[in-house]
């Protein structure tokens, strides 16, 4: 029958890393092929029926994260400290990516002058909005403006407003106190996925993008969590991780398919994460350098495109990885890292100030006695 998912999950020593990275890269992969000729994108040999490849690998990132998320808001002493680590999970790379894209690619990629790109608006404003999570179409002067995928700078941002909308929703339901047991946390599940199903098959709220995805990601997300919640009652079995393929592929053009797929995907991630072990397990000694091929791999690859607009896929993929790998690495080991390292010190400092800053209302609006 095989063990359960809390009797195999042990800490860090797992594959998450592993998949992240999988995931990442296969992203980078679509990205290649959307990057050179968008138009044959949809067409190109590595898609996966109607689904794209790097479509599948958000999609892995989302359960992933559900299930590690969810570990750490019912874990964590307080909502503050989950919102803390959460906060210096997604936004020191995040900001540290866009102020390199605005002031050190982008001088050196933009057709136009030092001067016009330095007075124009668009320079200062890209860091606040785009790290912000405002928007990820902010664009820059003159940079990728006569590229195939004409001016957009770093498109897999677009996920992690989604991303960090779930993060909120998660916090939202411990504050209600409705992670305080399984019980609780189940029924909450329950309802989100009876939330899908109304909106999916009773509405056609979907047919509106940013529902489209949020629908689509939150069903991601919380089915990681479900897989988390309910740890000690799902064993993770490869004859299961087939069956549950083949019905996604049975499902496949019908209504149930993207429910059928995100459970099967969840389930055989879950097994892939938790079940091989050896030599796979070694990745962990590398760090998790998932997040910064993830957010830098687009701009790099468009300066690529840009050196060689006649670049094919695949060359572009060979000739662009060993750059956004390089960059990643540093990312991981000089800002992702020493960031999460800092975490529970930032929360230590801000439960004090929040302490001290109670104590001095409490003393002004304390009911003096009269005299």
């Known amino acids: 029958m095989g063990n359960s998912i809390a009797a195999l999950f042990h800490g860090r020593d797992n594959n998450f890393n592993l998949i992240r990275f999988i995931a990442a890269f296969a992203v980078m992969v679509d990205h290649s092929f959307a990057l050179v000729a968008p138009e044959q994108a949809a067409n190109a040999a590595l898609d996966l029926g109607s689904l794209e490849l790097g479509r599948v690998g958000v999609d892995t990132f989302f359960i992933v994260s559900g299930f590690l998320v969810t570990r750490s808001a019912m874990t964590r002493p307080t909502v503050l400290d989950y919102g803390v680590a959460r906060f ?10 866009c102020v390199a894209i605005a002031f050190l690619l982008g001088p050196l990629v933009t057709s136009v002058s030092l001067h016009d790109y330095f007075t124009d608006p668009r320079t200062w404003l890209f860091v606040p909005v785009t790290a912000s999570l ?14 195939p995928v004409s001016g957009v700078i770093d498109q897999p941002l677009w996920t992690l407003r989604y991303e960090a909308f779930c993060y909120i929703l998660l916090a939202a339901f411990a504050i209600a106190g409705l992670l ?17 199903c109304l909106v999916t098959f009773g509405t056609d709220l979907r ?31 490869f004859a299961v991780v087939l069956i549950l ?39 962990n000694k590398l760090g998790d350098y998932s997040y910064g091929l993830y957010i830098l ?56 100030t929040l302490q001290g800053l109670s104590q001095r209302l409490s003393s002004v609006f304390a009911v003096r006695p009269a005299s």
């Open 88 to 97: 210096m999970r997604l936004f020191p790379a995040l900001f540290v990516t």
């Open 134 to 147: 405002i928007t990820h179409t902010m664009t820059l002067p003159g940079v990728y403006d006569t590229l």
């Open 180 to 196: 305080a047991t399984r019980f609780r946390a189940g029924l909450t599940l329950a309802l989100i996925f009876a939330g899908y």
């Open 207 to 237: 047919e509106v993008s940013a529902i489209d995805s949020a629908t689509r990601f939150v069903l991601g997300f919380f089915l990681g969590g479900a897989f988390y919640v309910f740890a000690d009652k799902i064993r993770l079995n």
């Open 245 to 283: 393929a083949g019905c996604a592929i049975i499902a496949h053009r019908t209504p149930i398919h993207e429910a059928m797929l995100r459970i099967a995907l969840a389930y055989g991630v879950l097994w892939f994460a938790l079940v091989p072990a050896g030599f796979v397990r070694d990745f």
């Open 297 to 352: 791999c687009f701009p790099i690859q468009q300066a690529f495109v840009m050196l060689d607009p006649t670049i094919t896929p695949f060359a572009l993929l060979i000739s662009s990885f060993p750059a956004v790998l390089a960059f990643a690495i540093l990312s991981w080991h000089f800002i992702e890292h020493p960031a999460l390292h800092r975490k529970e010190w930032v929360s230590e400092r801000l439960h004090e």
